[in-house]
């Protein structure tokens, strides 16, 4: 599963908006690992963000629907169109793992 951060622009560089306060002053997503800290700093050194930044850019779009669910409840007899027009519209978020 993966969350939407309304009104957030995709980073360009570490460190982010998500950056925690206080102690906590590294990417949560370095998770402690060695190589990601060391790559992280580098990072916020070069104004870069590593490859493995979790983050990805979310174009603009309309009105975002499950068109998997909404084709499992038509007949592809019923309106050949709809159907087509259905399968054929742009996936602006991918579905992941296991999401049908």
């Known amino acids: 599963m993966g969350i939407y951060i309304k009104g957030m622009e995709m980073p360009t560089s570490c460190?982010?908006?998500?950056?925690?306060?206080?102690?906590d002053l590294e990417c949560s997503f370095v998770g402690g690992v060695p190589a990601r800290v060391k790559e992280y700093y580098e990072c916020c050194e070069r104004g870069t963000r590593p490859a493995w930044c979790p983050l990805v850019p979310v174009p603009e779009h309309g009105r975002l629907i499950d068109a998997?669910?909404?084709m499992s409840g038509v007949d592809?007899?019923?309106d050949v169109m709809f159907v087509w027009a259905i399968a054929d519209a742009p996936t602006i978020i991918p579905a992941e793992e296991g999401d049908g």
């Not at 460190?15 to 102690?23: F, M, Q, R, S, V």
């Open 76 to 78: 592809d007899g019923d």
């Open 68 to 70: 998997d669910a909404l």
């Open 15 to 23: 460190p982010c908006e998500l950056i925690g306060y206080g102690y």
